[in-house]
């Protein structure tokens, strides 16, 4: 009886034993997967911290629009804005133009003409007033533009030149500018009117047939001009062309080679209206015929004939 009491008791005891074996065992597996799982939370948050830039999305909000802590302006207060937007941009300027009309003198007379227009022009510029030769006589205003300085102003070859620049035209139905000279008149009083140019500014030139024009327009109205320079023209030297003349500064140009027009006419009116108190100056261009003188005067730079027009020496 005693033995089997001790054999159950054995039993019994063992099994108590066996129980708390396993359960030890099973306490310990769970505390090996618990602080396995630590470290594996542990690991991925290291990761995320070392890769936050790529590897976090943009939340949708974020993404179509700025928060509330990034709505402030583009520029911030401490920035300054360019000058674009402070500043009115300067306004573009205004090209050179050369265009033609037509001016009615009365019922039976028109002038056609040129006219140049500077860059940003405005009131109180002066005015060049050329005098075109023979072939340019006509009703055809096109007939200007084919020589000589209308040519290089129709060409842009004086874009520069801070002044307006009147070609008017003279009808075939007049032998000479003489005929035509308060026509030629009539026109400046127009231009100058009507651009606001300046009336102690008028400069009058011209090249041959519009040489000797230059001449005969201006002693027909010698208050009306600041400066001549007649180009391969003549005038009678007489008291009366002297005296309407010599108070003009002029300064004539001709060629020593020009047998259409003589030089000597020139020659002889400038040394004749010095000698009685005039300011004038002829310029004898050596071997020039009678047309290479625009070429050599209008179109050279150095002798600036179109900058003494306008005053500048």
Not at 2 to 7: G, M, N, P, V, Y
Not at 19 to 28: G, H, N, T, V, W
Not at 226 to 232: E, K, L, T, Y
Request: aromatic share 8%.
């Amino acid at each position: 009886m005693k033995i089997k009491r001790k054999l159950l008791y054995s039993v019994v005891v063992l099994g108590i034993a066996i129980i708390i074996a396993a359960a030890f065992a099973s306490c310990k597996k769970a505390d090996t997967t618990s602080a396995r799982g630590v470290e594996n939370n542990s690991a991925a948050e290291i990761s995320i911290s070392e890769n936050s830039e790529v590897s976090i999305p943009i939340l949708p909000e974020r993404a179509e629009g700025k928060s509330s802590s990034e709505s402030e302006p583009e520029h911030s207060e401490s920035e300054t804005p360019s000058s674009e937007s402070k500043t009115e941009q300067p306004k573009a300027a205004s090209a050179a133009k050369f265009e033609s009309g037509s001016l009615k003198m009365n019922d039976k007379v028109s002038m056609n003409y040129w006219l140049f227009t500077p860059e940003n022009a405005a009131e109180g510029m002066p005015l060049i007033v050329y005098l075109h030769g023979g072939s340019g006589k006509g009703d055809d205003i096109a007939l200007l533009t084919e020589n000589g300085f209308c040519e290089g102003v129709y060409n842009g070859e004086f874009d520069d030149v801070p002044a307006y620049i009147l070609f008017p035209q003279l009808s075939s139905s007049y032998k000479g500018w003489s005929d035509a000279k308060r026509y030629v008149k009539q026109m400046i009083e127009f231009t100058v009117s009507k651009y606001g140019i300046d009336e102690n500014r008028i400069s009058l030139t011209g090249h041959s047939m519009g040489g000797t024009g230059t001449f005969t327009v201006a002693a027909a109205y010698p208050e009306l001009f600041f400066r001549i320079a007649p180009m391969s023209g003549s005038i009678a030297c007489t008291d009366e062309n002297i005296s309407a003349l010599k108070n003009i500064p002029i300064w004539a140009f001709v060629g020593s080679e020009d047998k259409l027009v003589l030089p000597e006419s020139s020659e002889k009116f400038i040394s004749a209206l010095n000698e009685n108190g005039g300011s004038g100056k002829i310029t004898i261009l050596d071997g020039a015929t009678h047309f290479d003188v625009p070429g050599l005067t209008y179109f050279d730079r150095e002798t600036d004939v179109i900058g003494w027009l306008l005053g500048n020496s």
